[in-house]
């Protein structure tokens, strides 16, 4: 193996990451929903980092935890508001499950795969304003601040391997199912099953970086929920699991902000028959802000209106858009190729589809289990 790709460090694949913000155990639940949105609008990752004392990262939590919480908690959806005042603290896992794990700027690239594959999620790199190649700032640009540090992600060292697949290529043409990489155990439910018995699922998907699959009872994908598209709504999502299907729930998510109207009467009435008054309330309210920016916009001009409009459901499966189709291979289908499908659009797994079995699911390849490979070829 090339000594040159050994003797990186981690902070040479933290060069240009921002500092990553971050909430202290005591904050409110209220301010961590508050800085997700912030997040989100930034364009970064949407988690947020939980500290505690001496600033020691003690986990992260995303929009798909929140969510979770207030579908999981008795009074959650009964008084929404009560909740967002309890402490971050009261999200975190119970489980250790999603683990994050400090690793130093100085630790090699082989001690960062083995952390991750020994159980991390996600490492937390402290930034130094100096480093190897003194290029490791802030989110600004200029010197980190003290306690100030980033996420290194399996999506990074999967590039990083991608970046050198040179040195691999006894592997890296060999398909996913000769390397054993297809799993069989995904998470998944059916279409028609209630989104809140998806809740369990949606958890562990968090822990995994990965997804639930939505599967017709003679095997079919027809969908995901995964904490990604989950991050692109708000608390409000809490109100389509508690009332709506598998099926419904993607369609909701997919078009948050101006859901078919159909769905969003059913989560009314749903959220009316349990006597969620407080959270229907609030349903109510979001769609009378949506329907005013949405007239606001259409009279500007019909260019902007156009983009305003409601999204009609396209042809396919349960009228979800094609834009967020799960990414999908073949058994086939060779390691770098998965991979570069896999970073190409941002998710840490690819569904994998039997072509011999009438493109039934067959299983999952995950980031985790493509990272095991290249330690494999290190030893």
């Given at each position: 193996?090339?000594?040159?790709?050994?003797?990186?460090?981690?902070?040479?694949?933290?060069?240009?990451?921002?500092?990553?913000?971050?909430?202290?155990?005591?904050?409110?639940?209220?301010?961590?929903?508050?800085?997700?949105?912030?997040?989100?609008?930034?364009?970064?990752?949407?988690?947020?980092?939980?500290?505690g004392p001496a600033r020691t990262v003690v986990g992260?939590?995303?929009?798909?935890?929140?969510?979770?919480?207030?579908?999981?908690?008795?009074?959650?959806?009964?008084?929404?508001?009560?909740?967002?005042?309890?402490?971050?603290?009261?999200?975190?896992?119970?489980?250790?499950?999603?683990?994050?794990?400090?690793?130093?700027?100085?630790?090699?690239?082989?001690?960062?795969?083995?952390?991750?594959?020994?159980?991390?999620?996600?490492?937390?790199?402290?930034?130094?304003?100096?480093?190897?190649?003194?290029?490791?700032?802030?989110?600004?640009?200029?010197?980190?601040?003290?306690?100030?540090?980033?996420?290194?992600?399996?999506?990074?060292?999967?590039?990083?391997?991608?970046?050198?697949?040179?040195?691999?290529?006894?592997?890296?043409?060999?398909?996913?199912?000769?390397?054993?990489?297809?799993?069989?155990?995904?998470?998944?439910?059916?279409?028609?099953?209630?989104?809140?018995?998806?809740?369990?699922?949606?958890?562990?998907?968090?822990?995994?970086?990965?997804?639930?699959?939505?599967?017709?009872?003679?095997?079919?994908?027809?969908?995901?929920?995964?904490?990604?598209?989950?991050?692109?709504?708000?608390?409000?999502?809490?109100?389509?699991?508690?009332?709506?299907?598998?099926?419904?729930?993607?369609?909701?998510?997919?078009?948050?902000?101006?859901?078919?109207?159909?769905?969003?009467?059913?989560?009314?009435?749903?959220?009316?028959?349990?006597?969620?008054?407080?959270?229907?309330?609030?349903?109510?309210?979001?769609?009378?802000?949506?329907?005013?920016?949405?007239?606001?916009?259409?009279?500007?001009?019909?260019?902007?209106?156009?983009?305003?409009?409601?999204?009609?459901?396209?042809?396919?499966?349960?009228?979800?858009r094609s834009a967020e189709e799960p990414v999908v291979?073949?058994?086939?289908?060779?390691?770098?190729?998965?991979?570069?499908?896999?970073?190409?659009?941002?998710?840490?797994?690819?569904?994998?589809?039997?072509?011999?079995?009438?493109?039934?699911?067959?299983?999952?390849?995950?980031?985790?289990?493509?990272?095991?490979?290249?330690?494999?070829?290190?030893?």
């Amino acid at each position: 193996m090339a000594v040159s790709f050994l003797a990186n460090e981690v902070s040479d694949l933290c060069i240009g990451k921002p500092a990553v913000r971050s909430l202290p155990l005591s904050a409110a639940s209220g301010d961590l929903a508050a800085a997700l949105r912030r997040v989100a609008r930034s364009g970064a990752a949407a988690c947020v980092a939980v500290t505690g004392p001496a600033r020691t990262v003690v986990g992260r939590v995303g929009l798909a935890d929140v969510l979770c919480f207030l579908c999981t908690d008795p009074e959650a959806l009964a008084r929404p508001a009560a909740v967002f005042s309890k402490p971050v603290s009261a999200l975190l896992p119970k489980d250790g499950a999603g683990e994050v794990r400090r690793v130093d700027p100085r630790s090699s690239i082989l001690e960062a795969l083995d952390a991750i594959l020994s159980g991390a999620q996600v490492l937390a790199v402290p930034l130094r304003a100096g480093g190897r190649r003194k290029q490791l700032g802030g989110g600004g640009g200029g010197a980190s601040g003290a306690g100030d540090f980033c996420w290194l992600t399996q999506e990074d060292l999967v590039r990083y391997f991608l970046n050198s697949i040179g040195l691999f290529y006894h592997v890296a043409a060999r398909s996913v199912s000769s390397l054993g990489l297809v799993r069989t155990d995904f998470l998944s439910v059916r279409p028609g099953e209630a989104a809140l018995s998806a809740v369990p699922l949606i958890r562990r998907a968090v822990a995994t970086e990965t997804a639930v699959a939505v599967v017709t009872e003679d095997g079919h994908l027809v969908g995901e929920i995964s904490p990604a598209l989950l991050a692109a709504c708000d608390e409000t999502a809490a109100a389509a699991i508690a009332t709506l299907s598998a099926a419904d729930l993607m369609a909701y998510v997919d078009y948050f902000g101006s859901p078919p109207e159909h769905i969003l009467r059913a989560v009314k009435a749903g959220l009316k028959d349990k006597g969620l008054d407080a959270m229907l309330a609030l349903i109510e309210d979001e769609t009378l802000s949506s329907f005013s920016s949405l007239s606001s916009a259409s009279s500007s001009s019909d260019e902007e209106a156009g983009r305003a409009q409601l999204r009609r459901p396209s042809s396919g499966s349960y009228g979800r858009r094609s834009a967020e189709e799960p990414v999908v291979c073949s058994p086939a289908s060779s390691l770098v190729a998965v991979m570069v499908q896999a970073l190409a659009h941002r998710v840490s797994y690819v569904w994998v589809l039997d072509e011999d079995n009438d493109c039934r699911l067959a299983g999952i390849v995950t980031f985790a289990d493509v990272l095991r490979v290249f330690r494999e070829q290190l030893l």
